[in-house]
Every structure is written in structure tokens, then in C-alpha cells.
């Protein structure tokens, strides 16, 4: 609300972001705020302009929203002009800033598109991933028989159905509806491997520096994640690096007292391990850079960009519980900033391999996608198991459970799930190993499937890698 009053000497006494106009629309006085706002004479868009000339001629309340013109550009507010009341000729204006408000807008139509992709990424993960499944394996099943001319075929069926199931992977990350698989680890020891694979993918003309903060930090996060942020934001680098420069990825510490905003988010007080990635691009331009984490936003579409690179960190950092800054100057470069929660415990060792079990052991295998446990249970029985068969978790409780050494379930079934399973049979039969597959997982299934006795694998898969997680009886299962 403004606030004035007549003094004695004639003199309006108002409220900083308001002023005083006479009937032309000259500034009589004004607050501190208004005069820094909009300068000695506020100058408004059309019909805004026209408006309030009325409105001042006519003596009468005007309120709208507008865009206020200055030398260092536009800027929306809310502007209100009401009348003195008094024998002076006069009006009080009152204006504000509308950016704060616009900006909360623009956040909230950009978790309203984040919860739209979503759920249709929730929608169509399940099914469209146990497709995907059944057709890899099947394209491997054929691969592996005497083809002659149709191989090409078959590799070009496994190729589309992989680039199919990445397409689903991203979506789920800018959708923050992922089955992670966080670990504590060493920051600077996980970018110190990460390093490698990184310059091999950044190639000759673009050098690699790690500036990494002694002693290094501990953060809790999916180490394969860790892994596809990395790459994706050092792809992004090479990208506006074309004819060569540098990248730097930094580690350090940041202890934040109060609410920072670091666009695109809003970083809450706490403890945080820091990743930032610096490299001399080209920058990005002040028009882009509110769009680059947006679903499908590129301006590489011609050079096979798909819009969904920046969105899938960005859902990936928030999924593991933590937030980003970007800043970016053309012709200078740009710097991502990552905000990690430090953890105190110590790294988390990966899972270890299931007891061996004897030759010719039985592994039960549950899974209502028909097509699916058949490809599994053949590519597991020429491994040497032999399998025992069921179609969802209540068949499998009533099945002959006599010898059984492993479990390999999906996760989202008619009736009980997978982890639910888990729990009902390791009472009959304690410690049992359990491998669990999913191509999505609600969040209180995700919970679950964190938990450090439970193997997960993600659908769509090969049988190459189901079998390489499960191993022989005679080895046991391998680490996921």
C-alpha cells in the first residue's frame, strides 16, 4: 500500500516506490525506489502511455500491467495511479517491479512441463522398456545364428531399439523419475576416473584440466549418473569449442548460510561439495540461455542435437539432491556449476558378488511380460541354471522353492511387486540374492531398490548383460 500525506510546506511525503504527477504527467516528487526504477520521467509501452494521460486528465483511478521503458531496457510492473483527492492538481503513481513475479511464472510453468514429461515418461516407460527388451534380445538371439545378408538387418533392428531405449532413459531423467542407484563415493576420485574417458571423448584440440580441492569432499550419488552429467556437459564444452580450447572441472566446498539463487535453482542453506565445469567457448547467448535446460530446446537441431541433454543433467542433478547455476558471457565461455548435499560416512562399497552356488542350481524367474522370461530363461539356462519359471510374484510364492540359489524378478507386476517379493521369500529363504529388473519404478519402489543387498538392472537390457550380472552357478553373480 502507498502512503501520503500534505505537510505544511506543501510537500507530498510518499512511499519509496511511489510519486507524485501533476495533470501533464510531470513528476512533482517521488521515493528513492521509483526514481532508481524508472528515472526522472517513467516512460511507459503503448496503450499504457496513452492510459494514464487519460486517466490523469480525467482525474481517475487507472491499474494495469505494463512494460516501464528505460535506457537499460524494459522491464515489467504493476503500475496504479490514483487520484489526491485534494485541491491539487495531482495523482500518485505508484509502480512495481514485476520480474520477481514474472520469474516465479516462468518456474512454475517449468515444473508444470517437467511434471507433464514426467508422467508421460512414467506412462510409457514400463511397457514401451519390456518392448525394447524383447526386441534386443530377440536381435541378439539372431545374431548369434549363421544370417548371411539379413545380419545387417537384425543390426539395424538392435541399433533402433537402443537408440529407442536411450530416447526413454532421457526423458525419464528430465522427468527426475529414474531408478538410481546412489553410493557414497569420493568426489575427487570419481572425477579422477572419469578423467580418461573423458579426454578420449573431448579428443586432441580440447584440454582437460582438473582442478580438484584437497581434501576432497564426500558426495551420495548414482556413480553411473556422476558419470552421464559429466559426459553430456563435456559434450556440450567440444560443442562451443570447435576449433579447439580448454575445459576445466573444479571441485570445492561451499557453505551456504541462507537461500542463494543460482539460476536455474534456487539453492536452499546447507553443506555442499561443489563440481564446476569451465570452458573458453563461444558463450551462450543472453536469448538462449533461459531455454537450455528446456526438453527439446537445441540450436543444433541440423548437426543431430536433440534438446534433451542439458534437461537429463539437470533432472539427474535434482533427482540425486542436488542443484545447478549456469553463467555463460559471449565470446568468453561459460561455467555449470553443480551443487552436491556433502555426505559424512564413508564411500560405499559397490555390491558384492553373490555366494557360488552348485552346478545345475535352480534361479527363479518372475516376469509378466511373457516374451521377456522367455528370452531370459533361455539365454540363463545355456549359462547353466536351471530356471524355474512364473508370471508374477504370488506364482512364484507357490511354486516349488526346493534348491533355488538366485532370484531374478521385474519390478512392477500385477499384484506384488518385485521388492515385496523379495522380502516374502527371503523368510523362507534367508540371504537369498536377488536381482531385480525394471525399466521404471514409482519413487516408493525406487526407495526399495537402493537398498545395498538388492542387485537392479535397467530395461531395456541385452541377455549378454542379464547373464553377465547373474553369472554361472559355478561363479555367482557379478556386481551390477
Known amino acids: 500500500m502507498f502512503w501520503f500525506f500534505f505537510s505544511k510546506k506543501n510537500d507530498f511525503l510518499i512511499d519509496p516506490y511511489a510519486a507524485l504527477l501533476d495533470r501533464q504527467g510531470q513528476v512533482l516528487t517521488s521515493g528513492d525506489s521509483f526514481r532508481t526504477l524508472a528515472g526522472p520521467t517513467p516512460c511507459f509501452a503503448e496503450p499504457a502511455q496513452g492510459d494514464l494521460a487519460e486517466a490523469l486528465r480525467n482525474a481517475r483511478p487507472l491499474s494495469l500491467e505494463t512494460e516501464l521503458l528505460t535506457r537499460s531496457g524494459t522491464h515489467p510492473v504493476a503500475l496504479t495511479l490514483t487520484p489526491t483527492g485534494l485541491d491539487h492538481p495531482a495523482a500518485v503513481l505508484r509502480l512495481a517491479c514485476l520480474h520477481r513475479q514474472r520469474d516465479l511464472e516462468n518456474r512454475l510453468a517449468q515444473a508444470q512441463r517437467l511434471q507433464s514429461v514426467g508422467q508421460l515418461a512414467a506412462g510409457i516407460a ?9 526386441i534386443l534380445g530377440a536381435a541378439e538371439a539372431l545374431e548369434a545364428r549363421p544370417l548371411g545378408p539379413a545380419r545387417e538387418d537384425v543390426a539395424h533392428i538392435r541399433e533402433a531399439a537402443e537408440r529407442g531405449a536411450g530416447l526413454v532413459r532421457q526423458l525419464l531423467a528430465f522427468g527426475r523419475q529414474q531408478t538410481l542407484q546412489p553410493r557414497v563415493l569420493a568426489l575427487n576420485s570419481a572425477l579422477r576416473d572419469a578423467a580418461g574417458l573423458l579426454r578420449c571423448m573431448l579428443g586432441s584440440c580440447v584440454a582437460l584440466t582438473l582442478e580438484l580441492d584437497e581434501p576432497g569432499r564426500l558426495v551420495r550419488i548414482d556413480p553411473f549418473q556422476l558419470d552421464q552429467v559429466l559426459l553430456n556437459l563435456a559434450a556440450n564444452a567440444k560443442a562451443a569449442m570447435p576449433d579447439g580450447g580448454s575445459l576445466t572441472i573444479a571441485t570445492g566446498r561451499y557453505l551456504l548460510l541462507a537461500t542463494e539463487t543460482h539460476w536455474p535453482d ?5 553443506r555442499y561439495a561443489t563440481i564446476e565445469l569451465r570452458d573458453t567457448g563461444a558463450g551462450i547467448p543472453p536469448t538462449v540461455l533461459p531455454h537450455i535446460f528446456d526438453p527439446f530446446f537445441t540450436t543444433r537441431r541440423d548437426s543431430g542435437g536433440t534438446g534433451l541433454g542439458l534437461s537429463t543433467v539437470h533432472g539427474i542433478v535434482r533427482q540425486s539432491g542436488g542443484y545447478m547455476g549456469v553463467t555463460s558471457t559471449p565470446g568468453e565461455g561459460t561455467v555449470f556449476r553443480i551443487f552436491l548435499p ?9 555390491p558384492q558378488p553373490a555366494p557360488v552356488a552348485p552346478a545345475g542350481a535352480r534361479l527363479l524367474l518372475v516376469d509378466d511380460e511373457a516374451p521377456v522370461r522367455r528370452l531370459a530363461a533361455r539365454a540363463l539356462r545355456r549359462a547353466g541354471w536351471e530356471v524355474a519359471e512364473a508370471a508374477g510374484a504370488e506364482e512364484a510364492l507357490e511354486a516349488n522353492l526346493s534348491g533355488v540359489a538366485q532370484l531374478v524378478s521385474d519390478v512392477i507386476m500385477p499384484g506384488m511387486d518385485g521388492p515385496a517379493l523379495v522380502q516374502e521369500l527371503r523368510k523362507r529363504l534367508p540371504g537369498l540374492p536377488a536381482l531385480l529388473m525394471s ?20 530395461k531395456p537390457f541385452s541377455m549378454a548383460r542379464l547373464v553377465e550380472l547373474v553369472g554361472t552357478p559355478q561363479q555367482g553373480r557379478k556386481s551390477a
Open 439 to 458: 525399466g521404471y519404478a514409482d519413487p516408493a519402489q525406487r526407495e526399495a531398490l537402493q537398498a545395498d543387498d538388492i542387485a537392479f538392472l535397467a
Open 342 to 350: 556433502r555426505h559424512e560416512a564413508r564411500p560405499t562399497a559397490p
Open 266 to 270: 534456487t539453492v536452499p542453506p546447507g
Open 126 to 134: 514400463h511397457d514401451f522398456n519390456n518392448l525394447l527388451t524383447a
